[in-house]
């Protein structure tokens, strides 16, 4: 039982290069959310899928979409990624009727 | 939408000592207040929550206590080790189908020997 997992685990890309972070999980969750943590500004919901089929714009979801795959996948792709888009990438789930989010490992992301 | 306020910032304790954070949140509505820790590099993991009808909340050293009127709740973690070092982060929301949680800044404790 992995629980929720990230690939990459680092990323460099150079100004307008795009790129997707996968996610997954095998908790069986409902719900699953794209968060990026900045120094200072703690952890920000980028965009959210609450259920299969579904998903919604969190607090900063310019130049990022998403794609909900499956039950168990979660994919967060930057089209022509910016300096601004530097961050820790972090993905999580939720069960159904259930609060707590589990969160992945993070990716770190350098756009240069 | 929802707003989070942390304080405080930075927090240094001698072991064995107390430390208090706290948090205010601005929607009503919310009705979950997560904690959690965050270590150096690692991932984001709970380590207590409270739901708007109750109180307080107890586990072992760490308690969570909220105030639904004053619109506040804060973490309390007693006897301190080295190893509660760590970014504490407090959250709200309110649930539905998908929990979204809205995040404080983040207090970064150090216990000291």
């Known amino acids: 039982n992995a629980g929720v997992t990230q690939t990459p685990k680092f990323q460099v890309l150079k100004t307008g290069q795009s790129m997707t972070l996968q996610c997954a999980q095998d908790m069986n969750h409902n719900s699953m959310y794209w968060y990026r943590q900045d120094p200072g500004m703690g952890l920000r919901l980028i965009y959210y899928?609450?259920?299969?089929?579904?998903?919604d714009k969190g607090e900063v979801p310019n130049g990022y979409n998403v794609s909900r795959l499956n039950k168990r996948e979660f994919s967060l792709r930057l089209e022509s990624a910016a300096p601004s888009q530097t961050s820790v990438y972090f993905c999580?789930?939720?069960?159904?009727?259930?609060?707590?989010?589990?969160f992945g490992p993070g990716t770190r992301l350098l756009v240069l | 939408g929802e707003n989070v306020e942390q304080h405080p910032s930075t927090l240094s304790v001698q072991e064995g000592d107390s430390a208090v954070i706290k948090c205010t949140y601005s929607d009503s509505a919310s009705n979950y207040f997560p904690w959690y820790k965050q270590e150096l590099g690692k991932r984001p993991q709970l380590i207590i929550d409270?739901?708007?009808?109750?109180g307080e909340k107890k586990d072992q050293r760490i308690a969570v206590t909220l105030n639904k009127t004053a619109k506040h709740f804060s973490l309390h973690i007693t006897e301190t080790q080295p190893e509660d070092s760590a970014v504490y982060f407090c959250?709200?929301?309110?649930?539905?189908?998908?929990?979204?949680?809205?995040f404080g800044t983040g207090t970064r404790l150090q216990v000291t020997l």
């Open positions: 899928s609450a259920s299969e089929g579904t998903t």
């Open positions: 959250a709200a929301s309110n649930t539905g189908t998908a929990s979204k949680l809205t």
């Open positions: 999580a789930s939720s069960g159904w009727g259930v609060e707590t989010q589990y």
């Open positions: 409270i739901r708007s009808n109750v």
